[in-house]
């Protein structure tokens, strides 16, 4: 497959986990790829890609602050000739603590980097990609944003802004030819959920994680990061203002006492 054969491509928090899965992808189908991070993991995410025969550049980011975010887009034009794809991924998680117990130096922080983030990724990468004739925008949310029970109040709230953040923008994007979509991510196997997967690996639980959703597992980045492409692909050339849950099913039910497979409930 050769989706974004020429294309010019922006992945923010491309360091590790959903952001480098979804670069290493864009590149191996064509794509050219700054891939940027806060952190200098970015480097070696450029590096694996370009011994890979793929193109990337590294840029150190924070996908917070506009003067890095028109940096990065001013980047991609300066290298690539313009802009076709911006995949704002780039998040923190803002740790568990309820909202008595939360500072709001934390949530301000969370917001920042989660939804003030993605907002100044659509701000400055839009008119880029209009000036191409057509283009995606792909934002990261979380199946925190669509309901309780997904993670911490800062989080949830910041990743329920980004997904109407996803509808207004595809609105005020009318006539632009600018998609604008989010995925939202279950439970996946990130540099942020490493600490939960590296204890259920230790503690031989890992029948446990992701017990709650119906295909029982966890996810992986690489299975974010598909949806990811295909939602900045033409494939998706007539969705856009949309949120779509990578979850295994969580999302689609209340909490119900759970059946087993095979098994008649008593």
Do not use: W
Request: net charge neutral; with cysteine; glycine share 12%.
């Amino acid at each position: 497959m050769s989706r974004f054969t020429g294309k010019s491509i922006i992945v923010t928090g491309a360091g590790s986990g959903i952001g480098r899965a979804a670069a290493t992808l864009f590149a191996a189908e064509g794509g050219k790829v700054i891939v940027a991070d806060v952190s200098d993991s970015v480097e070696e995410t450029a590096r694996a890609i370009c011994d890979a025969g793929g193109m990337a550049e590294a840029i150190r980011m924070d996908a917070g602050a506009e003067d890095d975010v028109i940096r990065t887009i001013a980047l991609a034009v300066d290298r690539y000739g313009g802009l076709d794809v911006m995949f704002a991924n780039a998040g923190i998680s803002g740790g568990m603590a309820n909202i008595f117990d939360t500072d709001v130096s934390l949530i301000t922080e969370v917001l920042r980097v989660n939804l003030i983030g993605p907002y100044l990724a659509i701000k400055h990468a839009a008119p880029r990609i209009a000036e191409r004739g057509r283009g995606a925008i792909v934002l990261t949310a979380s199946v925190a944003g669509i309901r309780s029970g997904a993670g911490s109040p800062a989080y949830s709230a910041s990743k329920a802004g980004v997904i109407n953040l996803a509808q207004v923008s595809a609105q005020q994007l009318a006539g632009s030819n600018v998609r604008v979509n989010a995925i939202c991510p279950g439970l996946t196997e990130t540099g942020m959920t490493k600490p939960t997967f590296d204890y259920a690996r230790d503690a031989g639980k890992m029948d446990r994680v992701g017990r709650l959703n119906p295909l029982r597992r966890g996810a992986q980045p690489d299975e974010l990061a598909k949806v990811a492409l295909f939602l900045a692909s033409d494939d998706a050339s007539y969705v856009n203002g949309q949120a779509i849950a990578v979850d295994g099913g969580l999302s689609s039910s209340h909490p119900v006492t759970k059946q087993e497979y095979g098994r008649t409930a008593v």
